[in-house]
């Protein structure tokens, strides 16, 4: 059974950092490329960062360009988002996503399984 388990989110000031790790199990993802999205409430679910199979090529959203660091182990099945700066409208239940092809995409309906989040919240 295929699964990803999100951790790391908590409770964190302005300007603080957090670290998510996604750990998969069931299968290797080494040869796909992993995505973090995230959701905030009312809002539709939005793309994040993405790293590619090999983790040589990576892509983010502007909003979050600067501040926020994906990295993969692929020996460990792990992916990471390092997020730096953080502001009040980072606030959102962070995903964790595998996709099926091996170059990073930021398009959720290419993304075929996921996780079941982790909570994110930044204080003001």
């Known amino acids: 059974q295929v699964q990803l388990v999100e951790s790391g989110g908590g409770l964190v000031q302005a300007g603080g950092s957090l670290r998510l790790s996604c750990a998969a199990s069931g299968r290797t993802f080494s040869n796909v490329a992993m995505g973090w999205f995230r959701q905030a409430p009312g809002e539709e679910r939005e793309f994040v960062a993405a790293i590619g199979g090999s983790g040589g090529s990576t892509d983010y959203a502007d909003s979050v360009k600067g501040r926020f660091t994906i990295s993969r182990d692929n020996a460990k099945n792990t992916v990471y988002l390092q997020m730096n700066s953080l502001k009040p409208e980072d606030t959102a239940v962070y995903y964790c996503?595998?996709?099926?092809?091996?170059?990073?995409?930021?398009?959720?309906?290419?993304?075929?399984?996921w996780g079941q989040g982790t909570q994110v919240t930044v204080s003001s």
């Open positions: 996503a595998a996709s099926r092809y091996y170059l990073p995409t930021n398009r959720y309906t290419e993304y075929d399984y």
